[in-house]
């Protein structure tokens, strides 16, 4: 959990390897944003830059894949041999095992009246030309399972900020009803867990069981990353058992988008695709489902 500006952040050694780390990751498109604005993916790229940039001999990486989208995934698993060499450091790493769950049988809920809506909205963070979101329209309603979806840096983070109130748009209006829980990425961004030295792994168990189902609207980023495939079907089975309940869930993984009812897909803060999840599923070509 860095805060800082990017640039300052991989500079400890020298602008020399910052510039170089920026080039290396992909990071020059927000090399002067500060990482409070960043994506959940984005931020872990910068720690992998942060970590490099003291020049180490070794590095171990617990879980580097968390938050990012399939393609930055698989491109940062290529990059790591890469890395071991123009760096001359040894790098080791673990990860939780995922592997594609049984899809459950679900029955289509009833579609009830709007929680949240967005009307012409359009909103930037301080010192950046480009919008981070730009939405005409889109209403959010109880009895619907959301998948938010999209590259790192697409606007999910973004866009659940102004559904959440904790960010308000430069332009246009965001209207919110009922009571309802954030439930963030990172677990350490949620009230304090029971227990010490518990794994990330342990730590998302315990904040996703706490979960009362109580409100009428649920938002959650990340939830599955880290998990098992047994607490990963726990969380789908959770939210199949919540038909009435408004869930808006930012996720790259195909296993909880194939048990949502509908699909909201970001490309560079704008909407691409705004539908059924099945068509979606039945027209995309990055995201793996067999």
């Known amino acids: 959990m860095l805060h800082g500006r990017v640039r300052d952040l991989l500079s400890t050694t020298s602008l020399f390897v910052a510039g170089e780390l920026a080039t290396l990751l992909g990071l ?76 459950t049988a679900f029955q289509e809920t009833s579609i009830g009246p709007v929680i949240d809506e967005m009307i012409r909205v359009e909103h930037r963070y301080p010192l950046q030309a480009k919008y981070a979101l730009a939405v005409s329209q889109i209403s959010f309603r109880s009895g619907e399972r959301v998948a938010l979806i999209g590259a790192n840096g697409s606007g999910k983070s973004t866009l659940l900020r102004l559904l959440l109130g904790v960010d308000r748009p430069l332009y246009g209006k965001v209207k919110r009803t009922g009571d309802k829980r954030y439930i963030p990425a990172h677990p350490a961004l949620a009230p304090a867990l029971a227990g010490e030295n518990l794994t990330f792994a342990e730590q998302k168990q315990q904040v996703l069981a706490r979960i009362s189902w109580s409100k009428d609207a649920y938002y959650f980023d990340e939830p599955t990353a880290g998990l098992s495939n047994q607490h990963r079907t726990v969380f789908i089975d959770a939210l199949l058992a919540q038909p009435q309940k408004l869930i808006v869930i930012a996720t790259h993984d195909p296993d909880v988008i194939v048990h949502a009812t509908r699909v909201i897909y970001l490309v560079q803060g704008e909407v691409a695709y705004d539908g059924p999840a099945a068509a979606f599923i039945e027209q995309s070509r990055v995201y793996e489902w067999n």
């Open 28 to 103: 020059e498109a927000f090399f002067d944003r500060e990482t409070s604005e960043l994506s959940s993916g984005e931020q872990q790229l910068v720690s992998l830059g942060y970590t490099l940039a003291s020049l180490p001999k070794s590095i171990f990486l617990a879980e580097p894949f968390l938050f990012l989208d399939q393609t930055r995934k698989s491109r940062l698993q290529s990059l790591l041999a890469e890395i071991e060499q123009r760096f001359t450091c040894h790098v080791t790493y673990s990860v939780t095992p995922q592997h594609r769950v049984q899809r």
